[in-house]
């Protein structure tokens, strides 16, 4: 069945580091790819997606591209804040678009 | 556009008891899954509702069920409550499947 894995954390990074978060993919066809990132005490907000093969998903400063031939969306920022400690979730909707499938989520913390 | 809405935002129980937690999605979606999330599982699916119809369900006991209205409104309601239902109960809408918004969720703790 439909599948995502993604890098465990948690992540440490110093302020204005490069960021790669890896999310990998198994599914049927091809599915529309999506980051959700999520702050403490807060819902999943929906940060970017990529709804077809080489499309990039762009958003304050993060970007991810979907590959088909690696099946992969691995979210990059070329330098984090302290404001993006959250945990990040990759996702895919199946071809229906009716139900979604997420990572297990990584934590990232983000230190002055 | 007012963002999807879960009532209430934390919830204590006791164990055997059941509970019932609302969603109202955003207007004009009629699709409106939940999701069970705790540390140790992560997020997992409950079920998926559209146009009152249960459309998709996950792998979780009769005890959770739920239900959605012609005005797109959805409960769900966790029956005979124990203490591993502890968790952070998400609803999403959406419109067509190119993404889900989600609320802020319902925090459960049961004791």
Not at chain 1, 76 to 101: H, I, M, P, R, T
Not at chain 2, 14 to 26: A, D, E, F, M, N
């Amino acid at each position: 069945g439909d599948s995502v894995t993604q890098m465990e954390g948690p992540v440490t990074l110093s302020e204005e580091a490069f960021l790669t978060i890896n999310c990998t993919y198994t599914a049927t066809g091809y599915p529309s790819l999506f980051w959700y990132v999520q702050y403490p005490g807060e819902g999943l907000q929906l940060l970017l997606k990529a709804t077809k093969a080489d499309d990039k998903g762009s958003n304050k400063g993060f970007e991810a591209t979907y590959r088909k031939e690696t099946t992969s969306f691995h979210l990059e920022k070329g330098s984090v804040q302290v404001s993006d400690s959250a945990v990040y979730f990759c996702a895919l909707s199946d071809l229906s678009g009716n139900q979604f499938y997420f990572g297990t989520g990584t934590s990232l913390t983000v230190i002055p | 556009k007012a963002g999807v809405t879960q009532t209430p935002r934390y919830l204590i129980k006791t164990r055997g008891q059941q509970v019932t937690l609302s969603c109202s999605p955003i207007s004009g979606h009629r699709s409106v899954s939940w999701y069970q999330q705790t540390p140790g599982q992560g997020l997992q699916f409950l079920f998926e509702y559209f146009s009152e119809t249960q459309r998709n369900k996950g792998n979780f006991p009769g005890r959770f069920s739920g239900r959605q209205f012609s005005n797109s409104r959805s409960e769900m309601n966790v029956s005979t409550l124990e203490l591993g239902d502890s968790a952070l109960y998400l609803c999403a809408s959406s419109l067509s499947g190119d993404g889900y918004t989600f609320g802020s969720g319902t925090r459960l703790t049961v004791v």
